[in-house]
């Protein structure tokens, strides 16, 4: 089965990861740009975008797996005003790049004021840089308790630019059981984060898919630094067939539904596949 990782952070990850995803039948990855696990000096984020869109693509073609990125200042390095002036005025460059999908991933980690002014900033940048459409939208949502309300202010952050966002062109990442609805029935894409120390486990995720539908759904490892395994995607998908999920509705989760949000970006060379799930005949 073919796989498509819509957020996976593999500037964190060993070169044999990219050799075992590829075994495990990855043919894409989606790199959102994120927090080191330390705050950067501003000077620091020119060469961690070239690191994403030159480095990055060309370790992933080694196994022909095909790497896409997103650029952005994350949330957990927004509240420094000057600081994300001076990164953002770097995005409109790298933007203009061939495997950048667009913005992200933005979004909030404390809720706090400065965050939620960085955000609409990104969100300008992405209108600011499509062509009568703006470009695509990866968003982070907060942890734990402040998931909820984190969520809920960055859904009436997107409805204030009215017209100007389409929520067909903007994933909502890192849903759980209690926000998963509220973002579906916005119209927005909903990511959900498999990384059982600190989000949703396969389980949950299945129940999640289960309850609420595979329409406008990607699931994602964002495997980075911490305790995580890019593998987790085919776990879910393992529980999912545990579960009697037939293999074309495997494909249209774990491939077709990336391929079609990524696919509204014109550089996107994937496409979706039809497969009937047919079983093997006996000899």
């Known amino acids: 089965m073919f796989v498509i990782d819509p957020h996976v952070h593999m500037v964190s990850r060993t070169t044999t990861d990219y050799e075992n995803m590829a075994m495990a039948g990855v043919v894409a990855v989606s790199e959102p740009a994120f927090w080191a696990g330390f705050d950067r000096t501003p000077s620091a984020f020119a060469d961690y975008y070239r690191q994403l869109t ?17 650029i952005c200042l994350n949330p957990k390095e927004a509240e420094d005003l000057g600081k994300a002036r001076e990164v953002m005025s770097l995005i409109p460059t790298f933007l203009k790049r061939p495997n950048v999908l667009g913005v992200g991933e933005i979004g909030l980690h404390k809720n706090t004021p400065h965050e939620m002014e960085v955000f609409r900033r990104h969100v300008q940048l992405a209108i600011d840089a499509g062509d009568g459409v703006h470009r695509l939208i990866l968003i982070h949502t907060p942890h734990l308790e402040d998931k909820w309300r984190g969520t809920r202010l960055i859904i009436d952050m997107l409805r204030d630019f009215g017209s100007a966002i389409d929520p067909s062109r903007v994933l909502i990442d890192h849903c759980e059981e209690h926000t998963i609805r509220m973002v579906k029935d916005a ?29 406008r759904v990607c699931i994602n490892a964002a495997a980075d630094w911490g305790v995580s395994d890019p593998l987790w995607v085919h776990r879910t998908a393992l529980e999912a067939r545990r ?18 949000f990524f696919g509204q970006h014109g550089g996107f060379a994937i ?13």
Not at 187 to 198: H, K, S
Not at 271 to 283: A, E, G, I, K
Request: hydrophobic share 35%; with cysteine.
């Open 54 to 70: 030159e480095f990055e693509p060309q370790r992933a073609s080694q196994f022909g797996v095909a790497h896409y990125c997103w």
């Open 187 to 215: 119209g927005f894409w909903a990511g959900m984060t498999v990384y059982p120390t600190t989000k949703a486990t396969p389980e949950r995720a299945v129940d999640m898919l289960e309850i609420y539908g595979s329409d």
């Open 243 to 260: 579960r009697g999920h037939d293999r074309s509705a495997l494909i249209k989760i774990f491939h077709n539904n990336p391929a079609q």
């Open 271 to 283: 496409r979706p596949v039809d497969v009937l799930d047919r079983p093997t005949q006996p000899h």
